[in-house]
């Protein structure tokens, strides 16, 4: 059975850094493009970074350029996010998904770490 699984979330004050993970199992991870999202309080949820599945490709949302960091270990089967001077704004429910858009789209979903940040 597919599964991710976050971690690393918490609460910190702006300026501080947090480095989320992202742990696969079930499916062959480095297939798989990934991507963060993160979903503030009653907003919707948008893409922040991806990485593709030999981690050579990354993006990031203008938001987040030069602070946040994506990258993966296929060897441990796991993603991360590094994030750096964190701001108040960057706060919400952080989850990870693996897609795949060959031969046949399939995306696996996290459950997501909450990420606080205090002015």
């Known amino acids: 059975q597919a599964q991710l699984a976050e971690s690393g979330g918490g609460l910190v004050q702006a300026g501080e850094s947090l480095r989320l993970a992202c742990v696969a199992s079930?499916?062959?991870?480095?297939?798989?493009?990934v991507n963060w999202f993160r979903q503030g309080s009653g907003l919707g949820r948008e893409l922040v970074a991806a990485?593709?599945?030999?981690?050579?490709?990354?993006m990031y949302v203008d938001a987040v350029k030069g602070r946040f960091t994506i990258s993966r270990d296929n060897a441990k089967n796991t993603a991360y996010l590094q994030m750096n001077n964190l701001k108040p704004e960057d706060t919400g429910t952080y989850y990870c998904?693996?897609?795949?858009?060959?031969?046949?789209?399939?995306?696996?979903w996290g459950q997501g770490t909450q990420v606080t940040v205090s002015s």
């Open positions: 998904k693996a897609e795949m858009t060959w031969p046949q789209p399939t995306d696996y």
């Open positions: 079930g499916f062959r991870f480095s297939d798989f493009a």
């Open positions: 990485i593709s599945g030999s981690g050579r490709d990354t």
